[in-house]
């Protein structure tokens, strides 16, 4: 069920790339506890949007605005890793994990990049860590895992395991990008449940090419072309759309 607040509010975001842009004055919000999917031709500039939404890119102009309690956060006056400790999670595309470790201890480094001074001062019980770490296994489907090499996991236990590892970092807004992409039928529908596990307390913007994963979702779909929002809508609602399949269509016959 999506609740109304708006954790995440971009206004005319434009990003420029020596002077081609990338994004021109995109709009986009997201609730809290919505799973959003961003889809678009090659190039339509999804990848940018999550880039300046994290910080890896900065906005020539337009604002990103975090809505957190009381406070709205411009996200653009932010460095990657402050926005990152606001609450901001985001996955690249290919996995990055320690592969010489063992998924556990994937899990353990990622919990202690997260402490802070504060919360070095005010560091819990090794048994408390290790029930955070047990719960990311949990969710994330790897518990019967653990003691594994990172490295002999599968592509789709390998996206998971990084999953995982974000998760500890307790974000309040994850960034995906092409989550199933390479995955086994099997692993694309345990992502789907595992969407659906996360967005529980949490809002998720995921860029997809998969329009089958996608269709599976009730989500609202944003669709984006030549760095603008095209439309918005579920994913039946934007598939009516003819501007959406003539963008998709263009893009295939060029
Ligand atoms: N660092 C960069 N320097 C120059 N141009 C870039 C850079 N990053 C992206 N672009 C260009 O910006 C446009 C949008 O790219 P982006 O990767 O955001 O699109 P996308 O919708 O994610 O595409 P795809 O579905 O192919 O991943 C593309 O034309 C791309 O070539």
Redesign the pocket.
Known sequence: MIESRIVLSCRKVSVS?DG?Y?LREMDFSLAHGELRFLI?P???????MLDAICGKVKPKSGSVLFHQGEADIDLTRLKEHGIASCGIGRKFQAPSVFAALTVWENLEIALKQKRDVFSLLFAKLEAEQRERIDEALRMVGLAGKAGWKAGALSHGEKQWLEIGMILLAEPQVLLLDEPVAGMTDEETEKTGRLLQEIIKNRSVVV?E?DMDFVRQFSSKVTV?HEGTLLTEGTMAEVQRDERVAEVYLGKMAG
């Open positions: 790339f081609f990338a678009g090659n190039g339509a500039g999804k990848t940018t860029v090419h984006m």
